[in-house]
């Protein structure tokens, strides 16, 4: 074997060296992005579960609201899980998805706080202060976790924007516990169920911006 050959021979197994180490990282990266996303979809059922729970037992619209925006982005999160390592126009589609799922969200809590804005007893205080606590102390863990994620993946995006929104709402709703058992009124936790609505409307808008940014870099790409 001469010379030329030799160093062409070893130039392409290097190259078929790195591109394998490539490969092996890729496919770790994609096996702690499902490890991610599927914590966070757990706790996010769990909070659901609860929530609906004691929304129900405590009448509180905010707390249901809180627990149907956490059905949502478990279900958004069960998208995630599927677009990643998938082609970036998958990756789009799935968070419009998430995107337009919270906007309906946000139509379907604001007309259950009309309906209950006619009629309906105080909620338990206590209750929605506790279980908002609760979720306010999984919502840090879901961002840490979300946080080890490093890159321009438009669905994690979308989760860190659920999440961010979920922590905002359940302080707003021990507030909102306090004023309630101040009051002995349903009156501040219908107004925080419409704050719920808006932000979870004001989130859809957010990610739906996120995906169609992500859809302009993936056909300036391909131009």
């Given at each position: 074997m001469g010379v030329v050959e030799g160093v062409l021979l070893c130039a392409?197994?290097?190259?078929?060296?790195?591109?394998?180490?490539?490969?092996?990282?890729?496919?770790?990266?994609?096996?702690?992005?499902?490890?991610?996303?599927?914590?966070?979809?757990?706790?996010n059922v769990?909070?659901?579960?609860?929530?609906?729970?004691?929304?129900?037992?405590?009448?509180?619209?905010?707390?249901?609201?809180?627990?149907?925006?956490?059905?949502?982005?478990?279900?958004?999160?069960?998208?995630?899980?599927?677009?990643?390592?998938?082609?970036?126009?998958?990756?789009?589609?799935?968070?419009?998805?998430?995107?337009?799922?919270?906007?309906?969200?946000?139509?379907?809590?604001?007309?259950?706080?009309?309906?209950?804005?006619?009629?309906?007893?105080?909620?338990?205080?206590?209750?929605?202060m506790a279980m908002a606590a609760v979720n306010a102390a999984l919502n840090i863990v879901c961002l840490r976790l979300l946080k080890r994620h490093r890159g321009e993946d438009v669905n994690f995006k979308a989760s860190a924007i659920f999440t961010?929104?979920?922590?905002?709402?359940?302080?707003?709703?021990?507030?909102?516990?306090?004023?309630v058992i101040w009051w002995g009124s349903n009156l501040p936790d219908l107004v925080l169920g419409l704050v719920v609505a808006a932000i979870a409307a004001n989130g859809g808008r957010e990610i739906l911006a996120e995906a169609r940014e992500a859809a302009e870099r993936a056909d300036a790409k391909r131009a």
């Open positions: 392409g197994s290097q190259r078929r060296r790195v591109s394998s180490d490539d490969e092996h990282d890729l496919d770790a990266s994609r096996a702690a992005d499902r490890r991610i996303l599927w914590w966070v979809l757990l706790i769990g909070q659901c579960v609860a929530g609906v729970g004691v929304g129900l037992w405590a009448a509180s619209t905010a707390v249901i609201g809180a627990a149907l925006d956490n059905l949502a982005d478990a279900s958004v999160y069960g998208v995630s899980l599927y677009a990643v390592g998938r082609a970036a126009s998958i990756k789009v589609r799935a968070a419009r998805l998430s995107g337009w799922l919270l906007i309906g969200l946000a139509a379907m809590l604001a007309v259950e706080v009309l309906r209950r804005f006619f009629g309906g007893a105080a909620p338990i205080g206590p209750a929605m961010s929104n979920d922590s905002i709402v359940n302080l707003a709703i021990v507030l909102s516990g306090a004023l």
